[in-house]
Nanobody, 117 residues
Framework: QVQLVESGGGLVQAGGSLRLSCAAS????????MGWFRQAPGKEREFVAR????????YYADSVKGRFTISRDNAKNTLYLQMNSLKPEDTAVYYC??????????WGQGTQVTVSS
């Protein structure tokens, strides 16, 4: 059974930084593509970033490119999202997700990020 638990969200002023973590249970983490998504109030969930199983390949949404960095520690079964230069429009619930077979089959419960102007 795969479980994903996000942490690290909170309230931050515009221009500030936060680091989100996603702790995964099970052995599938090390062989899975992992991603971060977010959902703002009244909007659909949107892709933020993804990382290959090895960490050697990353991809970002244009809206966060150059400000956010996705990374992983396979020894700790943990995924990270370093968020810098935060903007009010980054306010959302952030979710991590696991894609062991090409689709995001497992999701965390989400962590709230609020950026004040």
């Amino acid at each position: 059974q795969v479980q994903l638990v996000e942490s690290g969200g909170g309230l931050v002023q515009a221009g500030g930084s936060l680091r989100l973590s996603c702790a995964a249970s099970g052995r599938t983490f090390r062989s899975s593509v992992m991603g971060w998504f977010r959902q703002a109030p009244g909007k659909e969930r949107e892709f933020v970033a993804r990382i290959s199983w090895s960490g050697g390949s990353t991809y970002y949404a244009d809206s966060v490119k150059g400000r956010f960095t996705i990374s992983r520690d396979n020894a700790k079964n943990t995924l990270y999202l370093q968020m810098n230069s935060l903007k009010p429009e980054d306010t959302a619930v952030y979710y991590c997700a696991m894609a062991p077979r090409g689709t995001y089959d497992y999701w965390g419960q989400g962590t709230q990020v609020t950026v004040s102007s």
